[in-house]
């Protein structure tokens, strides 16, 4: 069997809804500050990113993971279709796709190299303090796989992991952003943006979260925490028009400020991204220090920046 050397962590399916020709994308690159337009099969890949080292899959296949989610994506691609033809026609979804799209936002949020890098160095952080103490009785604690893609096999195929993820955004309100605005959202090499708006750091859980992901250049999926956003319990699973401009940039900086590398467009409306990564250069470094410690006396918190 012939090997897959381009491996997405953001499915072509996706990127094509922000695509004029269904073919190519423009991006916008933090490393490189350069704006260009791409072949989607060129952009949110790495060679062979999830393939295994065979100390792990022994006689089995190492592009396990990217077998697994060339079937999802049959699956899914079909899906986003049949929502974005109901949003269309009837300005709501049925709730029923709940439960399938739930699945899918889970599995993106797991699947990129930006939560890699960020799951990377918190296994580092935390090894790094314990061993602070271990070394205090002369022993010492090992990292665990040196490989990360055995570390990111291992929370892509954890099911409790991934429940856990899925039953939060069921427990939230689902309302569709209609962009009426002459800025197009952007996406991202890691769209599915989790910000909480009163606090720093912010999990599917947490208090006034948005788990956003946008569907294409027109309309944004905003899953809300129930509790902070209850003015939007009525809005649930129906399309909501959006005239606020500062809205959308608000939306489009958090793709920018969460992208691991790249951001994409329909169009090469970038300014803001250049304004973004102007005002915050070192959110345009891939290798930035993710992970903050601190400690209140014998109780150590570990939280994303």
Aim: glycine share 2%; with cysteine; net charge neutral.
């Amino acid at each position: 069997m012939q090997k897959t050397k381009r491996q997405h962590y953001v499915p072509q399916f996706y990127l094509r809804k922000f695509s004029e020709d269904g073919n190519s994308i423009f991006v916008f690159d933090k490393v490189r500050r350069a704006i260009f337009n791409s072949s989607i099969i060129n952009v949110a890949q790495e060679r062979y990113f999830f393939d295994l080292p065979e100390e792990v899959t022994g006689d089995e296949d190492p592009q396990i993971v990217e077998q697994v989610f060339a079937e999802l994506e049959t699956t899914y691609a079909s899906l986003l279709d049949k929502l974005l033809q109901a949003l269309v026609r009837k300005r709501r979804f049925n709730p029923k796709y709940k439960i399938q799209l739930a699945f899918f936002i889970s599995i993106q949020f797991l699947r990129t190299r930006e939560y890699r890098q960020n799951q990377a160095q918190l296994r580092k952080a935390i090894v790094d303090v314990i061993n602070q103490e271990f070394a205090k009785e002369g022993m010492w604690l090992e990292y665990g796989y040196k490989d990360e893609a055995v570390n990111h096999f291992i929370s892509l195929f954890n099911p409790k992991l991934v429940e856990a993820l899925t039953e939060v955004l069921l427990k939230h309100i689902w309302v569709i952003w209609n962009n009426k605005t002459e800025h197009p959202f952007y996406t991202s090499d890691n769209p599915v943006v989790v910000a909480s708006r009163i606090q720093k750091s912010a999990g599917f859980a947490s208090p006034g979260v948005e788990i956003l992901l946008p569907l294409n250049s027109k309309l944004l999926l905003s899953i809300c925490e129930k509790n902070y956003f209850s003015n939007l319990s009525s809005s649930d699973c129906k399309v909501r028009n959006l005239y606020d401009d500062a809205q959308v940039k608000y939306y489009n900086r958090l793709q920018v400020i969460n992208a691991f590398r790249q951001v994409y467009c329909s169009s090469q409306h970038f300014s803001l991204a250049e304004e973004v990564c102007e005002q915050t250069p070192n959110l345009c470094d891939p290798n930035r220090q993710r992970v903050e410690v601190e400690q209140y006396g014998d109780i150590i918190k570990f939280s994303f920046k």
